[in-house]
């Protein structure tokens, strides 16, 4: 029996082994904490075009494209996301250390968690896909949750569930997430929002209140 290149066995394989490297690239793109964001924004741009079995043939070269043109925003949302992850812990810290533990600061913390899904659950792949300035990325994002809510609350319970088992069941899955469990949560991501962005492209409300420039 012959295996043929072109193979559901080899196209998978392949498939996987380009997402393994990405998600190393990812990793290297994250080293300066900062460029958080930016590495985040450059993988998007690949996973993007995988969902669609249009991608470059050099990855290589088109992640760290990406990752060059996005850094003057891919900084400001790491800040931006980093400032929002703080106030949520420092929040919950008082929650659970001032005495009588004052419900207040637990409702700032939720009410933080909701903005932060509801701008950044699809900012990073708007930041890849369209040439936008920054407010509008996430104000595009916020309308983009809103207008499909029910698939927007759908993607947060599969990212959830793939949170659970990495991270909440066998302690050996939790070192198996540093190398596959960010791209994973991106290619999920991406796989939900692609068909959304073609909506929007071809739809005739495309642009009542959404700014989409440059898509490609």
């Not at 190393?24 to 460029?35: A, D, E, K, Q, V």
């Not at 936008?132 to 569930?161: C, D, E, Q, T, Y």
Request: charged share 15%; net charge positive; aromatic share 12%.
């Amino acid at each position: 029996m012959k295996l043929q290149i072109d193979s559901p066995f080899i196209t998978i394989g392949t498939r996987i082994t380009n997402l393994l490297i990405l998600n190393f690239y990812w990793i290297l793109g994250c080293i300066p904490l900062i460029t958080i964001g930016t590495s985040t924004i450059a993988a998007f741009s690949v996973t993007l075009k995988m969902v669609e079995d249009r991608e470059s043939p050099s990855m290589t070269s088109q992640f760290w494209s990406a990752y060059k043109q996005n850094l003057r925003h891919g900084i400001p949302l790491t800040l931006i996301l980093a400032a929002v992850i703080y106030s949520v812990w420092i929040d919950l810290q008082l929650f659970h250390k001032l005495e009588g533990n004052p419900v207040g600061f637990l409702i700032l913390a939720i009410a933080a968690v909701c903005l932060l899904v509801l701008h950044f659950l699809y900012v990073f792949p708007l930041e890849a896909r369209y040439e936008n300035r920054l407010p509008a990325s996430l104000a595009n994002a916020r309308k983009i949750f809103v207008r499909f809510f029910l698939r927007s609350i759908s993607l947060v319970g599969i990212l959830f569930v793939q949170y659970l088992i990495f991270f909440r069941t066998a302690p050996v899955l939790t070192y198996i997430a540093l190398f596959c469990g960010p791209i994973l949560a991106i290619y999920t991501v991406s796989q939900v929002v692609m068909p959304i962005f073609r909506r929007l492209e071809g739809d005739s409300r495309a642009n009542d209140g959404f700014t989409i420039n440059g898509g490609t």
